[in-house]
């Protein structure tokens, strides 16, 4: 089994970054994905970004709305995945999860693909 643990989560002003943390654990193929995720009060889940841990930034992709304005990181040796958040707005807040794909085509970001989930950690951004 997989298993995820996110932090980093705060509350933060609009126009302010944060950076999210994922630390997994556990067998991972080679092919892997681990993707971040969203979900705000009353919305339906969404994915945010996902990254392969074999190709790195190389293999990194994005919700398009995020405008670049959002940036995903791999630190294999650490087996630490980042979410980079700048920028912030008030839509910006919700419960941010991880999550793996042990293998496949993780470049939807699609919540139904992935396999292990971590708790969550919140999001908030004031204005």
């Known amino acids: 089994q997989v298993h995820l643990v996110e932090s980093g989560g705060e509350s933060v002003q609009t126009g302010g970054s944060l950076r999210l943390s994922c630390v997994d654990s556990g067998d991972l193929h080679s092919s892997a994905c681990v993707g971040w995720f969203r979900q705000a009060p009353g919305k339906e889940r969404e994915g945010v970004a996902s990254?392969?841990?074999?190709?790195?930034?190389?293999?990194?992709n994005y919700l398009d709305i995020l405008k670049g304005r959002f940036t995903i990181s791999r630190d294999n040796a650490k087996r630490t995945t980042y979410l980079q958040m700048n920028n912030l707005e008030t839509e910006d807040s919700a419960r941010y999860y991880c999550?793996?794909?042990?293998?496949?085509?993780?470049?939807?970001?699609?919540?139904?693909?992935?396999?292990?989930w971590g708790q969550g950690t919140q999001v908030t951004v004031t204005s």
């Open positions: 999550a793996v794909l042990r293998s496949g085509s993780c470049g939807q970001i699609e919540p139904g693909d992935f396999h292990f």
């Open positions: 990254i392969y841990l074999h190709l790195g930034s190389t293999g990194a």
